[in-house]
């Protein structure tokens, strides 16, 4: 019944650009800042569709830069998808998905055979023995939008952020925005890798844990999208 009554309320309501019907892309949850279109999509800049603080404050660190990457993915700062609230997260969260409580900052760690037969597995490419990832370029939420894989047999740089979550995952990483952290490194082969990461999905436009506390807030709907939309406007067509 709700939901029949907001489709009554906003009838003939658009998100727009100009004169274009906005492309409303959504995320998960962005870890703290968005990311803009064009690092994880085609070349084409939307406006709309850029990076963000997902907070009151608007200011960010610059997380293309490796340095306040690194400082930014190993803290967990304010943001409105930095959240527990188990309320919140099951109006976003399907069932299996409430399983999983550390979304905003993660970790997974690879053993040296564990890494390397997956990376072949996953990408088809035989790189050997895996002796680092390396960051080559990050996007403006700390994602990697390419990554430089070393290994014995070859070296690689793949992306954009989807490539590097597949390539890393027997399914997919919650995010590429991940630093790199290799122990126990014997003849310049490290015994295991551990990626600590940032945000849940690709990060571009709307985060749905950080609109879902909003809204818990008391934000307006108008409000919520036009923080997460910048620039863009919410007109009545018809």
Not at 111 to 140: A, F, H, N
Not at 195 to 211: E, P, R, S, Y
Request: glycine share 8%.
């Amino acid at each position: 019944p709700i939901v029949r009554e907001v489709i009554k309320e906003t009838r003939g309501e658009v998100l727009m650009d100009n004169d274009t019907i906005c492309d409303a892309r959504f995320s998960k949850c962005c870890g703290g800042v968005t990311e803009k279109f064009e690092n994880c999509w085609e070349p084409v800049p939307h406006s709309y569709l850029t990076a963000l603080r997902d907070d009151e404050v608007p200011s960010y660190p610059d997380l293309t830069d490796e340095r306040e990457a690194e400082q930014w993915i190993r803290t967990s700062p304010e943001a409105f998808c930095n959240t527990k609230d188990k309320k919140v997260l099951s109006q976003v969260l399907n069932n299996y998905d409430q399983e999983t409580t550390d979304f905003y900052r993660w970790k997974v760690e690879y053993e040296q055979e564990e890494l390397s037969k997956l990376i072949l597995k996953r990408s088809g490419i035989d790189y050997g023995q895996i002796l680092d990832l390396v960051p080559v370029e990050r996007g403006t939420s700390g994602r990697l939008v390419r990554l430089k894989i070393i290994g014995t047999k070859r070296t690689m740089i793949i992306g954009k952020e989807l490539e590097i979550r597949r390539t890393l995952s027997p399914s997919h990483l919650y995010s590429s925005a991940f630093i790199i952290d290799k122990v126990n490194i014997t003849n310049g082969i490290p015994d295991r890798f551990i990626l600590t990461g940032a945000g849940w999905g690709h990060g571009v436009g709307l985060c749905q844990i950080g609109a879902a506390v909003m809204g818990e807030q008391g934000y307006t709907y108008d409000t919520i999208l036009l923080h997460y939309y910048i620039g863009a406007t919410i007109d009545k067509l018809y």
